[in-house]
Protein backbone atom coordinates (compact mmCIF):
# COMPACT_ATOMS: atom_id res chain seq x y z
CA UNK A 1 0.00 0.00 0.00
CA UNK A 2 1.42 3.32 -0.69
CA UNK A 3 2.45 5.49 2.64
CA UNK A 4 0.25 8.37 1.40
CA UNK A 5 -2.79 6.72 1.92
CA UNK A 6 -2.05 5.46 5.34
CA UNK A 7 -3.39 8.72 6.97
CA UNK A 8 -6.29 8.69 4.95
CA UNK A 9 -7.31 5.07 6.03
CA UNK A 10 -6.42 5.57 9.61
CA UNK A 11 -8.62 8.61 9.92
CA UNK A 12 -11.65 6.70 8.18
CA UNK A 13 -11.43 3.39 10.35
CA UNK A 14 -11.37 6.24 13.24
CA UNK A 15 -15.10 6.54 12.27
CA UNK A 16 -16.45 3.55 12.33
CA UNK A 17 -17.48 1.53 15.03
CA UNK A 18 -15.62 -0.79 16.55
CA UNK A 19 -12.66 0.52 15.53
CA UNK A 20 -12.67 3.65 16.79
CA UNK A 21 -12.14 1.95 20.25
CA UNK A 22 -8.57 0.64 19.38
CA UNK A 23 -5.75 2.66 20.49
CA UNK A 24 -3.98 4.65 17.81
CA UNK A 25 -1.31 2.50 17.37
CA UNK A 26 -3.23 -0.88 16.57
CA UNK A 27 -5.42 1.47 14.28
CA UNK A 28 -2.18 1.89 12.20
CA UNK A 29 -0.94 -1.69 12.24
CA UNK A 30 -4.33 -2.24 10.89
CA UNK A 31 -4.90 0.43 8.11
CA UNK A 32 -1.20 -0.90 7.04
CA UNK A 33 -2.63 -4.35 6.76
CA UNK A 34 -6.01 -2.89 5.06
CA UNK A 35 -6.52 -4.22 1.02
CA UNK A 36 -8.26 -2.22 -1.37
CA UNK A 37 -10.93 -3.39 -4.08
CA UNK A 38 -12.86 -1.09 -6.42
CA UNK A 39 -16.25 -2.28 -8.12
CA UNK A 40 -17.63 -0.34 -10.80
CA UNK A 41 -21.60 -0.26 -10.94
CA UNK A 42 -23.71 -3.91 -11.74
CA UNK A 43 -19.91 -5.74 -11.10
CA UNK A 44 -20.54 -8.57 -8.46
CA UNK A 45 -17.93 -8.98 -5.99
CA UNK A 46 -17.22 -12.93 -6.39
CA UNK A 47 -18.19 -15.06 -3.43
CA UNK A 48 -14.97 -16.63 -2.79
CA UNK A 49 -13.33 -12.98 -2.28
CA UNK A 50 -15.77 -13.52 0.49
CA UNK A 51 -16.13 -16.61 1.96
CA UNK A 52 -13.32 -16.75 4.80
CA UNK A 53 -11.55 -13.51 3.46
CA UNK A 54 -11.68 -10.77 6.05
CA UNK A 55 -14.03 -8.00 6.19
CA UNK A 56 -15.11 -5.43 4.27
CA UNK A 57 -15.81 -1.93 4.96
CA UNK A 58 -17.93 0.46 2.02
CA UNK A 59 -15.50 3.69 1.93
CA UNK A 60 -17.39 5.40 -0.78
CA UNK A 61 -20.35 3.96 -3.07
CA UNK A 62 -23.07 1.51 -2.22
CA UNK A 63 -23.72 -1.92 -2.73
CA UNK A 64 -26.65 -4.46 -2.50
CA UNK A 65 -26.55 -7.58 -0.68
CA UNK A 66 -29.18 -10.06 -2.25
CA UNK A 67 -30.37 -13.77 -0.97
CA UNK A 68 -28.85 -16.22 -3.33
CA UNK A 69 -32.85 -16.33 -5.27
CA UNK A 70 -32.18 -12.53 -5.90
CA UNK A 71 -33.83 -10.88 -3.53
CA UNK A 72 -32.22 -7.96 -1.12
CA UNK A 73 -31.07 -8.60 1.97
CA UNK A 74 -30.08 -5.62 3.17
CA UNK A 75 -28.29 -2.79 1.03
CA UNK A 76 -24.89 -1.08 2.48
CA UNK A 77 -23.59 2.26 1.80
CA UNK A 78 -20.50 4.21 3.84
CA UNK A 79 -19.04 2.82 6.52
CA UNK A 80 -21.00 -0.10 6.54
CA UNK A 81 -19.19 -3.55 7.14
CA UNK A 82 -19.63 -7.10 5.90
CA UNK A 83 -18.34 -10.28 5.92
CA UNK A 84 -18.09 -11.37 9.19
CA UNK A 85 -20.54 -14.31 8.97
CA UNK A 86 -18.64 -15.66 6.61
CA UNK A 87 -15.41 -15.14 8.33
CA UNK A 88 -15.22 -19.63 9.54
CA UNK A 89 -17.57 -20.39 6.67
CA UNK A 90 -16.67 -23.46 4.09
CA UNK A 91 -17.72 -23.69 0.67
CA UNK A 92 -20.39 -21.41 -1.32
CA UNK A 93 -20.95 -18.04 -0.07
CA UNK A 94 -24.50 -17.00 1.36
CA UNK A 95 -25.27 -14.19 -0.04
CA UNK A 96 -24.24 -12.05 -3.17
CA UNK A 97 -22.94 -8.50 -3.69
CA UNK A 98 -23.12 -6.40 -6.92
CA UNK A 99 -22.11 -2.91 -6.29
CA UNK A 100 -25.50 -0.23 -7.51
CA UNK A 101 -22.69 2.94 -7.62
CA UNK A 102 -18.92 2.70 -8.26
CA UNK A 103 -17.76 1.71 -5.32
CA UNK A 104 -14.62 2.07 -2.55
CA UNK A 105 -14.06 -1.50 -0.16
CA UNK A 106 -11.67 -1.68 2.12
CA UNK A 107 -10.96 -5.87 3.43
CA UNK A 108 -9.03 -6.11 6.34
CA UNK A 109 -8.23 -9.89 6.13
CA UNK A 110 -9.17 -12.73 8.13
CA UNK A 111 -5.79 -13.22 10.01
CA UNK A 112 -5.23 -9.72 11.46
CA UNK A 113 -9.18 -9.24 12.35
CA UNK A 114 -8.80 -12.87 13.88
CA UNK A 115 -5.46 -11.85 15.97
CA UNK A 116 -7.23 -8.26 16.83
CA UNK A 117 -10.43 -10.04 18.42
CA UNK A 118 -8.00 -12.71 20.07
CA UNK A 119 -6.70 -9.60 21.92
CA UNK A 120 -10.25 -7.57 22.22
CA UNK A 121 -12.83 -9.87 23.73
CA UNK A 122 -15.17 -6.17 22.65
CA UNK A 123 -14.23 -6.98 19.82
CA UNK A 124 -14.73 -10.24 19.63
CA UNK A 125 -18.33 -9.75 20.45
CA UNK A 126 -18.88 -7.04 18.18
CA UNK A 127 -18.32 -8.99 15.28
CA UNK A 128 -20.11 -11.89 16.51
CA UNK A 129 -22.19 -13.72 13.36
CA UNK A 130 -25.38 -13.28 15.27
CA UNK A 131 -26.91 -9.98 16.68
CA UNK A 132 -28.42 -11.21 19.45
CA UNK A 133 -24.55 -12.31 20.99
CA UNK A 134 -23.36 -8.15 19.78
CA UNK A 135 -26.59 -7.22 21.76
CA UNK A 136 -25.58 -9.03 24.58
CA UNK A 137 -22.55 -7.87 25.31
CA UNK A 138 -23.54 -3.87 24.31
CA UNK A 139 -24.36 -3.77 27.83
CA UNK A 140 -23.20 -3.37 31.43
CA UNK A 141 -24.77 -5.90 33.99
CA UNK A 142 -25.60 -4.77 37.42
CA UNK A 143 -23.33 -6.11 39.97
CA UNK A 144 -22.44 -5.07 44.07
CA UNK A 145 -24.86 -4.85 46.42
CA UNK A 146 -27.92 -4.03 43.46
CA UNK A 147 -27.07 -7.08 42.33
CA UNK A 148 -28.91 -8.91 45.39
CA UNK A 149 -32.12 -6.87 45.00
CA UNK A 150 -32.50 -8.14 41.49
CA UNK A 151 -32.53 -11.57 42.04
CA UNK A 152 -35.26 -13.62 43.16
CA UNK A 153 -36.77 -14.76 46.45
CA UNK A 154 -36.02 -17.78 45.88
CA UNK A 155 -32.58 -17.71 45.79
CA UNK A 156 -32.16 -15.79 48.99
CA UNK A 157 -34.56 -17.64 50.76
CA UNK A 158 -34.24 -19.32 54.10
CA UNK A 159 -34.88 -22.73 53.34
CA UNK A 160 -35.32 -23.89 56.85
CA UNK A 161 -38.57 -23.55 58.30
CA UNK A 162 -39.80 -23.19 62.03
CA UNK A 163 -43.13 -24.88 61.75
CA UNK A 164 -45.72 -25.08 64.54
CA UNK A 165 -49.48 -25.99 64.95
CA UNK A 166 -52.49 -23.76 66.39
CA UNK A 167 -52.38 -25.38 70.04
CA UNK A 168 -48.74 -24.87 70.22
CA UNK A 169 -47.65 -23.35 73.39
CA UNK A 170 -46.07 -20.16 72.84
CA UNK A 171 -43.25 -21.28 75.43
CA UNK A 172 -42.82 -24.33 73.16
CA UNK A 173 -42.46 -21.77 70.11
CA UNK A 174 -40.19 -19.95 71.49
CA UNK A 175 -37.96 -23.49 72.22
CA UNK A 176 -38.45 -24.66 68.63
CA UNK A 177 -37.46 -21.34 67.39
CA UNK A 178 -34.25 -21.12 69.57
CA UNK A 179 -33.52 -24.99 68.58
CA UNK A 180 -33.73 -24.14 64.97
CA UNK A 181 -32.06 -20.47 64.82
CA UNK A 182 -34.97 -18.62 63.65
CA UNK A 183 -36.48 -15.51 64.41
CA UNK A 184 -40.15 -16.24 63.12
CA UNK A 185 -42.07 -19.54 63.37
CA UNK A 186 -45.13 -20.46 60.58
CA UNK A 187 -48.36 -21.56 62.33
CA UNK A 188 -50.83 -24.20 60.36
CA UNK A 189 -53.53 -26.03 61.03
CA UNK A 190 -52.92 -29.24 59.52
CA UNK A 191 -51.18 -28.19 56.42
CA UNK A 192 -52.91 -24.76 56.24
CA UNK A 193 -50.75 -21.69 57.01
CA UNK A 194 -52.64 -19.67 59.71
CA UNK A 195 -50.21 -17.08 60.80
CA UNK A 196 -46.56 -16.21 61.82
CA UNK A 197 -45.11 -15.50 65.17
CA UNK A 198 -41.94 -13.73 65.28
CA UNK A 199 -39.23 -13.33 68.09
CA UNK A 200 -41.03 -9.32 68.19
CA UNK A 201 -44.24 -10.95 69.04
CA UNK A 202 -42.49 -12.90 71.62
CA UNK A 203 -41.49 -9.64 72.84
CA UNK A 204 -44.41 -6.99 72.62
CA UNK A 205 -47.59 -9.58 72.76
CA UNK A 206 -45.77 -11.68 75.23
CA UNK A 207 -43.36 -10.91 78.03
CA UNK A 208 -44.47 -6.99 78.14
CA UNK A 209 -48.03 -7.55 78.72
CA UNK A 210 -47.05 -10.44 80.95
CA UNK A 211 -49.30 -12.98 79.00
CA UNK A 212 -49.14 -16.76 80.10
CA UNK A 213 -46.39 -18.49 78.18
CA UNK A 214 -48.91 -21.91 78.16
CA UNK A 215 -51.23 -20.24 76.35
CA UNK A 216 -51.56 -21.25 72.57
CA UNK A 217 -49.51 -19.63 69.84
CA UNK A 218 -53.03 -18.57 68.18
CA UNK A 219 -53.54 -16.09 70.45
CA UNK A 220 -50.87 -14.25 69.53
CA UNK A 221 -49.94 -14.69 65.71
CA UNK A 222 -50.66 -12.45 63.08
CA UNK A 223 -53.45 -14.11 61.20
CA UNK A 224 -53.64 -14.71 57.29
CA UNK A 225 -50.17 -13.38 56.42
CA UNK A 226 -49.01 -11.76 53.50
CA UNK A 227 -46.98 -14.00 51.43
CA UNK A 228 -44.74 -14.26 47.93
CA UNK A 229 -43.77 -16.60 45.41
CA UNK A 230 -40.48 -17.99 45.29
CA UNK A 231 -39.96 -16.50 41.55
CA UNK A 232 -41.14 -12.76 42.12
CA UNK A 233 -38.10 -10.47 42.21
CA UNK A 234 -36.42 -9.32 45.64
CA UNK A 235 -37.31 -5.86 45.54
CA UNK A 236 -40.80 -7.14 44.77
CA UNK A 237 -40.97 -8.96 48.01
CA UNK A 238 -39.14 -6.01 49.64
CA UNK A 239 -41.78 -3.36 48.74
CA UNK A 240 -44.77 -5.62 50.44
CA UNK A 241 -42.83 -6.15 53.58
CA UNK A 242 -42.41 -2.08 53.83
CA UNK A 243 -46.11 -1.54 52.55
CA UNK A 244 -47.26 -3.63 55.54
CA UNK A 245 -44.54 -3.29 57.73
CA UNK A 246 -43.67 -7.18 58.71
CA UNK A 247 -40.66 -8.73 59.65
CA UNK A 248 -41.29 -11.84 57.47
CA UNK A 249 -42.82 -13.01 54.67
CA UNK A 250 -43.93 -16.62 53.88
CA UNK A 251 -42.75 -18.02 50.61
CA UNK A 252 -45.50 -20.03 49.34
CA UNK A 253 -45.02 -22.76 45.99
CA UNK A 254 -48.36 -24.60 44.74
CA UNK A 255 -49.67 -24.20 48.03
CA UNK A 256 -46.74 -25.70 50.35
CA UNK A 257 -44.55 -23.24 52.48
CA UNK A 258 -41.42 -23.43 51.15
CA UNK A 259 -39.09 -21.22 52.90
CA UNK A 260 -39.18 -17.99 54.22
CA UNK A 261 -37.79 -14.39 53.78
CA UNK A 262 -36.73 -11.80 56.36
CA UNK A 263 -34.94 -9.38 54.36
CA UNK A 264 -36.29 -6.19 57.42
CA UNK A 265 -32.48 -5.90 58.40
CA UNK A 266 -30.97 -5.66 55.15
CA UNK A 267 -33.53 -3.47 54.27
CA UNK A 268 -33.21 -0.63 56.97
CA UNK A 269 -29.20 -1.11 56.58
CA UNK A 270 -29.05 -1.00 53.05
CA UNK A 271 -27.48 1.84 50.61
CA UNK A 272 -29.28 0.72 47.15
CA UNK A 273 -30.72 4.08 46.46
CA UNK A 274 -33.63 2.46 45.24
CA UNK A 275 -34.92 0.37 48.46
CA UNK A 276 -34.10 3.43 50.65
CA UNK A 277 -36.96 5.66 48.59
CA UNK A 278 -39.08 2.49 48.59
CA UNK A 279 -38.71 2.84 52.22
CA UNK A 280 -38.79 6.65 52.48
CA UNK A 281 -41.99 6.74 50.56
CA UNK A 282 -44.14 4.28 52.93
CA UNK A 283 -42.73 6.62 56.00
CA UNK A 284 -44.67 10.17 54.57
CA UNK A 285 -48.05 11.27 56.13
CA UNK A 286 -48.83 13.88 53.31
CA UNK A 287 -48.90 14.06 49.78
CA UNK A 288 -46.73 17.06 50.23
CA UNK A 289 -43.67 15.20 51.84
CA UNK A 290 -44.19 12.38 49.20
CA UNK A 291 -44.03 15.19 46.45
CA UNK A 292 -40.68 16.20 48.28
CA UNK A 293 -38.65 13.03 47.14
CA UNK A 294 -39.61 12.81 43.77
CA UNK A 295 -36.09 14.38 43.20
CA UNK A 296 -34.89 11.15 44.25
CA UNK A 297 -36.20 9.62 41.69
CA UNK A 298 -34.33 11.23 39.14
CA UNK A 299 -31.45 10.34 41.40
CA UNK A 300 -31.81 6.71 41.14
CA UNK A 301 -32.81 6.19 37.49
CA UNK A 302 -29.21 8.42 37.02
CA UNK A 303 -26.86 6.54 39.05
CA UNK A 304 -28.55 3.20 37.26
CA UNK A 305 -28.18 4.90 33.65
CA UNK A 306 -24.39 5.66 34.79
CA UNK A 307 -23.26 2.24 35.69
CA UNK A 308 -25.01 1.37 32.39
CA UNK A 309 -27.24 -0.93 34.25
CA UNK A 310 -28.98 -3.16 31.55
CA UNK A 311 -32.44 -1.59 30.31
CA UNK A 312 -34.47 -4.34 32.23
CA UNK A 313 -33.00 -3.67 35.81
CA UNK A 314 -33.95 -0.19 35.58
CA UNK A 315 -37.55 -0.46 34.52
CA UNK A 316 -38.09 -2.50 37.47
CA UNK A 317 -36.64 -0.43 39.88
CA UNK A 318 -38.54 2.33 38.42
CA UNK A 319 -41.65 0.34 38.57
CA UNK A 320 -40.94 -0.59 42.08
CA UNK A 321 -40.98 3.20 42.82
CA UNK A 322 -43.75 4.00 41.01
CA UNK A 323 -45.57 0.88 42.77
CA UNK A 324 -44.69 2.19 45.86
CA UNK A 325 -45.84 6.19 45.05
CA UNK A 326 -49.35 4.82 44.01
CA UNK A 327 -50.22 2.59 46.96
CA UNK A 328 -48.84 5.12 49.66
CA UNK A 329 -51.38 7.62 48.36
CA UNK A 330 -54.21 4.94 48.24
CA UNK A 331 -53.36 4.58 51.90
CA UNK A 332 -53.62 8.31 52.47
CA UNK A 333 -56.70 8.33 50.50
CA UNK A 334 -58.17 5.92 52.73
CA UNK A 335 -56.97 7.81 55.45
CA UNK A 336 -58.60 10.91 54.43
CA UNK A 337 -61.85 9.77 53.31
CA UNK A 338 -62.75 6.76 55.37
CA UNK A 339 -62.36 3.14 54.78
CA UNK A 340 -63.82 1.83 51.34
CA UNK A 341 -67.48 0.88 51.91
CA UNK A 342 -67.88 -1.89 49.64
CA UNK A 343 -64.47 -4.16 48.26
CA UNK A 344 -62.86 -2.83 45.33
CA UNK A 345 -59.05 -3.33 43.82
CA UNK A 346 -56.99 -1.09 42.24
CA UNK A 347 -54.92 -2.03 39.63
CA UNK A 348 -52.17 -0.40 36.93
CA UNK A 349 -51.94 -1.51 33.41
CA UNK A 350 -49.43 -0.66 30.18
CA UNK A 351 -45.96 -0.36 31.09
CA UNK A 352 -46.47 -0.41 34.61
CA UNK A 353 -48.32 -3.85 35.06
CA UNK A 354 -45.29 -4.71 32.36
CA UNK A 355 -41.92 -3.41 34.90
CA UNK A 356 -41.39 -1.62 32.00
CA UNK A 357 -41.79 1.79 33.29
CA UNK A 358 -39.29 4.91 32.81
CA UNK A 359 -39.05 8.30 33.99
CA UNK A 360 -41.46 9.80 31.34
CA UNK A 361 -43.96 7.09 32.14
CA UNK A 362 -47.48 8.06 32.37
CA UNK A 363 -50.16 6.58 34.30
CA UNK A 364 -52.54 3.98 33.68
CA UNK A 365 -55.03 2.29 35.86
CA UNK A 366 -58.56 1.54 36.59
CA UNK A 367 -60.62 0.22 39.73
CA UNK A 368 -62.64 -3.15 39.97
CA UNK A 369 -65.93 -3.26 42.18
CA UNK A 370 -66.85 -5.63 43.99
CA UNK A 371 -70.45 -5.17 43.01
CA UNK A 372 -72.57 -2.15 41.74
CA UNK A 373 -72.60 0.79 44.03
CA UNK A 374 -75.48 2.68 45.63
CA UNK A 375 -74.88 6.56 44.88
CA UNK A 376 -73.06 7.65 47.60
CA UNK A 377 -70.28 4.42 47.58
CA UNK A 378 -69.99 5.63 43.90
CA UNK A 379 -69.22 9.30 45.12
CA UNK A 380 -66.57 7.86 47.49
CA UNK A 381 -64.95 6.07 44.88
CA UNK A 382 -65.25 9.46 42.45
CA UNK A 383 -63.73 11.50 45.24
CA UNK A 384 -60.62 8.99 46.21
CA UNK A 385 -59.67 7.86 42.68
CA UNK A 386 -59.67 11.58 41.84
CA UNK A 387 -57.43 12.64 44.49
CA UNK A 388 -55.43 9.63 43.46
CA UNK A 389 -54.36 10.13 39.82
CA UNK A 390 -53.66 13.61 40.67
CA UNK A 391 -51.66 12.90 43.30
CA UNK A 392 -50.06 10.41 41.36
CA UNK A 393 -49.40 13.56 38.46
CA UNK A 394 -47.97 16.09 41.16
CA UNK A 395 -45.59 12.74 42.12
CA UNK A 396 -44.29 12.91 38.21
CA UNK A 397 -46.42 10.25 36.64
CA UNK A 398 -48.74 12.80 34.09
CA UNK A 399 -52.40 12.05 34.18
CA UNK A 400 -53.03 10.01 30.78
CA UNK A 401 -53.61 11.26 27.62
CA UNK A 402 -56.14 8.53 26.39
CA UNK A 403 -58.09 9.09 30.05
CA UNK A 404 -57.29 5.64 30.78
CA UNK A 405 -57.35 6.15 34.67
CA UNK A 406 -59.59 5.29 37.55
CA UNK A 407 -61.13 8.50 37.83
CA UNK A 408 -62.58 8.56 34.59
CA UNK A 409 -65.79 6.60 35.23
CA UNK A 410 -65.86 4.07 32.41
CA UNK A 411 -62.85 2.22 34.31
CA UNK A 412 -64.16 2.55 37.81
CA UNK A 413 -67.16 -0.23 37.26
CA UNK A 414 -67.97 -3.47 39.00
CA UNK A 415 -66.28 -6.39 37.92
CA UNK A 416 -69.31 -7.61 35.98
CA UNK A 417 -69.41 -4.50 33.58
CA UNK A 418 -65.50 -5.05 33.59
CA UNK A 419 -66.23 -8.85 31.84
CA UNK A 420 -69.21 -7.01 29.70
CA UNK A 421 -65.81 -4.78 28.70
CA UNK A 422 -64.23 -8.37 27.73
CA UNK A 423 -67.16 -9.68 25.79
CA UNK A 424 -67.22 -7.10 23.48
CA UNK A 425 -63.78 -5.85 22.48
CA UNK A 426 -63.15 -9.53 21.94
CA UNK A 427 -66.55 -9.65 19.46
CA UNK A 428 -66.55 -6.38 18.01
CA UNK A 429 -62.93 -5.80 16.13
CA UNK A 430 -63.07 -2.14 15.58
CA UNK A 431 -59.83 -0.05 16.14
CA UNK A 432 -61.07 1.11 19.35
CA UNK A 433 -61.95 -1.82 21.05
CA UNK A 434 -58.57 -3.51 19.97
CA UNK A 435 -56.47 -0.45 21.26
CA UNK A 436 -59.04 -0.62 24.50
CA UNK A 437 -58.24 -4.39 24.85
CA UNK A 438 -54.47 -3.79 24.34
CA UNK A 439 -54.42 -1.80 27.23
CA UNK A 440 -56.27 -3.90 29.39
CA UNK A 441 -54.46 -7.41 28.26
CA UNK A 442 -51.64 -5.81 30.52
CA UNK A 443 -53.15 -5.61 33.53
CA UNK A 444 -51.33 -5.98 36.96
CA UNK A 445 -53.43 -5.73 40.73
CA UNK A 446 -52.13 -3.12 42.98
CA UNK A 447 -54.03 -2.71 45.80
CA UNK A 448 -56.98 -3.68 47.62
CA UNK A 449 -59.03 -6.92 46.98
CA UNK A 450 -56.47 -9.08 45.10
CA UNK A 451 -59.12 -11.58 43.49
CA UNK A 452 -61.35 -8.99 41.94
CA UNK A 453 -58.07 -8.58 39.23
CA UNK A 454 -57.85 -12.64 39.21
CA UNK A 455 -61.13 -12.52 37.92
CA UNK A 456 -60.57 -10.16 35.82
CA UNK A 457 -57.10 -12.01 33.91
CA UNK A 458 -59.32 -15.21 34.15
CA UNK A 459 -62.08 -13.41 31.84
CA UNK A 460 -59.67 -11.76 29.31
CA UNK A 461 -57.85 -15.06 28.80
CA UNK A 462 -60.55 -17.47 28.87
CA UNK A 463 -62.14 -14.76 25.82
CA UNK A 464 -58.93 -14.81 23.81
CA UNK A 465 -57.69 -18.58 24.03
CA UNK A 466 -57.28 -20.61 21.04
CA UNK A 467 -59.18 -17.21 19.00
CA UNK A 468 -56.92 -17.27 15.91
CA UNK A 469 -58.61 -14.96 14.31
CA UNK A 470 -58.21 -12.64 17.51
CA UNK A 471 -54.44 -13.55 17.52
CA UNK A 472 -54.40 -12.72 13.60
CA UNK A 473 -56.44 -9.21 14.48
CA UNK A 474 -53.81 -8.02 16.78
CA UNK A 475 -50.63 -8.81 14.55
CA UNK A 476 -51.94 -7.28 11.61
CA UNK A 477 -52.38 -4.24 14.31
CA UNK A 478 -49.23 -4.40 14.99
CA UNK A 479 -47.65 -4.18 11.74
CA UNK A 480 -49.04 -0.74 11.06
CA UNK A 481 -46.00 -0.28 12.13
CA UNK A 482 -42.50 -0.78 11.05
CA UNK A 483 -38.60 -0.82 12.33
CA UNK A 484 -37.67 2.65 11.36
CA UNK A 485 -35.04 1.02 9.11
CA UNK A 486 -35.36 1.83 5.39
CA UNK A 487 -33.03 0.55 2.13
CA UNK A 488 -29.10 1.68 2.60
CA UNK A 489 -29.44 0.53 6.29
CA UNK A 490 -30.75 4.30 6.83
CA UNK A 491 -33.20 5.04 9.77
CA UNK A 492 -36.30 6.07 8.21
CA UNK A 493 -37.19 9.08 10.40
CA UNK A 494 -40.10 11.60 11.29
CA UNK A 495 -40.34 15.43 12.37
CA UNK A 496 -41.06 16.37 15.62
CA UNK A 497 -42.70 19.43 17.12
CA UNK A 498 -39.12 21.72 16.05
CA UNK A 499 -39.46 19.93 12.44
CA UNK A 500 -36.17 17.81 13.45
CA UNK A 501 -35.81 14.12 11.57
CA UNK A 502 -35.95 12.14 14.90
CA UNK A 503 -36.47 8.27 15.58
CA UNK A 504 -39.36 7.67 17.59
CA UNK A 505 -37.93 4.52 19.27
CA UNK A 506 -41.03 4.11 21.14
CA UNK A 507 -43.70 3.66 18.52
CA UNK A 508 -40.97 2.15 16.01
CA UNK A 509 -39.36 0.09 18.19
CA UNK A 510 -40.21 -0.83 21.38
CA UNK A 511 -43.84 -1.32 21.47
CA UNK A 512 -43.35 -3.74 18.25
CA UNK A 513 -41.57 -6.04 20.63
CA UNK A 514 -43.91 -5.36 23.21
CA UNK A 515 -46.84 -6.35 21.07
CA UNK A 516 -45.02 -9.52 19.71
CA UNK A 517 -44.19 -10.71 22.93
CA UNK A 518 -48.08 -10.19 24.11
CA UNK A 519 -49.63 -12.28 21.00
CA UNK A 520 -46.88 -15.01 21.63
CA UNK A 521 -47.63 -15.13 25.11
CA UNK A 522 -51.64 -15.46 24.84
CA UNK A 523 -50.87 -18.50 21.77
CA UNK A 524 -49.43 -20.25 25.29
CA UNK A 525 -51.79 -19.40 27.44
CA UNK A 526 -49.48 -17.53 29.59
CA UNK A 527 -51.04 -14.64 31.97
CA UNK A 528 -47.21 -12.81 32.31
CA UNK A 529 -47.35 -9.38 31.84
CA UNK A 530 -43.75 -8.26 32.02
CA UNK A 531 -42.18 -8.61 27.97
CA UNK A 532 -39.14 -10.79 28.92
CA UNK A 533 -41.71 -13.49 31.27
CA UNK A 534 -44.15 -13.37 28.11
CA UNK A 535 -41.44 -14.12 25.89
CA UNK A 536 -39.86 -16.95 28.08
CA UNK A 537 -43.31 -18.46 28.97
CA UNK A 538 -43.76 -18.58 24.92
CA UNK A 539 -40.58 -20.41 24.38
CA UNK A 540 -40.99 -23.24 27.59
CA UNK A 541 -44.41 -23.78 25.22
CA UNK A 542 -42.37 -23.83 22.10
CA UNK A 543 -44.64 -20.77 20.67
CA UNK A 544 -41.33 -19.71 19.62
CA UNK A 545 -37.91 -20.76 20.45
CA UNK A 546 -35.13 -20.70 23.16
CA UNK A 547 -33.02 -18.66 19.88
CA UNK A 548 -36.13 -16.48 19.17
CA UNK A 549 -36.50 -15.53 22.91
CA UNK A 550 -33.02 -14.63 23.28
CA UNK A 551 -33.17 -12.98 19.98
CA UNK A 552 -36.08 -10.51 21.00
CA UNK A 553 -35.06 -10.29 24.75
CA UNK A 554 -31.48 -8.55 23.67
CA UNK A 555 -33.05 -6.36 21.35
CA UNK A 556 -35.43 -4.91 23.38
CA UNK A 557 -32.69 -4.46 26.24
CA UNK A 558 -30.48 -2.81 23.59
CA UNK A 559 -33.20 -0.18 22.59
CA UNK A 560 -34.21 0.41 25.91
CA UNK A 561 -30.66 0.90 26.91
CA UNK A 562 -30.17 3.75 24.36
CA UNK A 563 -33.58 5.06 25.21
CA UNK A 564 -33.17 6.00 28.73
CA UNK A 565 -29.95 7.16 28.08
CA UNK A 566 -31.49 9.73 25.93
CA UNK A 567 -34.30 10.63 28.74
CA UNK A 568 -31.22 10.93 31.25
CA UNK A 569 -29.32 13.25 29.43
CA UNK A 570 -32.52 15.27 28.56
CA UNK A 571 -33.40 15.35 32.44
CA UNK A 572 -29.92 16.63 32.98
CA UNK A 573 -29.68 19.20 30.32
CA UNK A 574 -33.41 20.22 31.92
CA UNK A 575 -35.36 18.77 28.72
CA UNK A 576 -38.54 16.71 27.73
CA UNK A 577 -37.79 12.94 28.70
CA UNK A 578 -39.35 11.79 25.67
CA UNK A 579 -38.54 8.80 23.09
CA UNK A 580 -37.59 11.12 20.04
CA UNK A 581 -34.00 10.45 18.89
CA UNK A 582 -31.91 12.82 16.23
CA UNK A 583 -30.05 10.31 14.77
CA UNK A 584 -26.80 12.39 14.69
CA UNK A 585 -27.06 12.22 18.65
CA UNK A 586 -26.33 8.53 18.54
CA UNK A 587 -22.96 7.22 18.95
CA UNK A 588 -21.67 5.09 15.91
CA UNK A 589 -21.96 2.03 18.64
CA UNK A 590 -25.34 2.92 19.11
CA UNK A 591 -26.38 3.35 15.42
CA UNK A 592 -25.25 -0.13 14.42
CA UNK A 593 -26.36 -2.14 17.02
CA UNK A 594 -29.86 -0.37 16.94
CA UNK A 595 -29.91 -1.48 12.84
CA UNK A 596 -29.05 -5.14 14.46
CA UNK A 597 -32.10 -4.90 16.95
CA UNK A 598 -34.32 -3.66 14.17
CA UNK A 599 -33.39 -6.05 11.69
CA UNK A 600 -34.38 -8.72 14.34
CA UNK A 601 -37.75 -6.92 14.86
CA UNK A 602 -38.61 -6.94 11.48
CA UNK A 603 -37.21 -10.86 10.47
CA UNK A 604 -40.24 -11.32 13.82
CA UNK A 605 -42.81 -9.47 12.43
CA UNK A 606 -42.78 -10.97 8.93
CA UNK A 607 -42.55 -14.34 10.74
CA UNK A 608 -45.60 -13.64 12.81
CA UNK A 609 -47.65 -12.25 9.98
CA UNK A 610 -47.24 -15.88 8.18
CA UNK A 611 -47.76 -17.69 11.94
CA UNK A 612 -51.15 -16.02 12.34
CA UNK A 613 -52.27 -15.49 9.48
CA UNK A 614 -52.33 -11.84 9.61
CA UNK A 615 -51.82 -10.59 6.31
CA UNK A 616 -54.49 -8.77 4.69
CA UNK A 617 -56.70 -8.61 7.71
CA UNK A 618 -58.39 -5.12 7.95
CA UNK A 619 -59.81 -3.23 11.16
Request: aromatic letters at 8%; a negative charge; hydrophobic letters at 40%.
Given at each position: M????L???V????????????????R?????????LY?KQ?E???????????????????????????S??T?L????????SQ???E?????????????????????????????????????S????V??A??????????A????N????M????A???????I?R?A?????????NA?????????G?V???????RVL????D???????????R?????????????I??M?Q?N???L?V?E??E?????????M?EN??V?????I????????L?D??????Q????F?????????????????????????????Q?????F??????Y???????????????G???????????E???H?A?Y??TL???????L??????????N??A??????????????Y???????????????I???LD??????????V???????????E????F????V??S???S?????F??????????N?Q?L??K??????V?E???V????A??????T?????D?????V????S??E???AF??????R????N???????L????????????F??NH???????I?????????R??A?????
Amino acid sequence: MESSLLPNIVSFLSEVDPFDLLHEEERHALAASVDILYLKQNENLPGEHIVGQGLYLVRTGAIDQNHPDGSLRTRLGDKDIFGFSQLYREGECDYVIKAIENTLLYRIPKQVILELMDQNPGLRNHFSSQESVRLAHSSAHIDGEEALYLRNVRDVMNRRVARVSMDTSIRRVAEVMTEMHRSNALVFDNKILKGVVTDRDLTTRVLAVGMDPASPVSDIMTSRPRTVHPDAPLMQAIEVMMQHNVRSLPVIENGEAVGVLTATSMVENSHVQAVYLISQIYRQNTLQDLVALVPQRQGVFEALQEARVDGRAIQQMVTLIADAFNKRILQLAEDKFGPAPIPYAWFCAGSQARFEMHLGSDQDNGLILQWEPEEHEAEYFKTLTEFVCEGLDHCGYPLCKGNIMASNERWRVPLALWQDYVRQWVAENNPQNILDISVFLDLRFLYGTEHLVAALKQSLLARVERNHRFFAILVANSLRVSPPLGLFRKFVTTRDGDNRQVLNIKKQAVNLVVELARVYALAAGSSATETIHRLRDAANKKVINQASRKELQEAFQFINMVRFKHQNEAAVAGGLQDNLIAPDKLTAFERNHLKDAFRIIARYQEAAQQRFHAAGILI
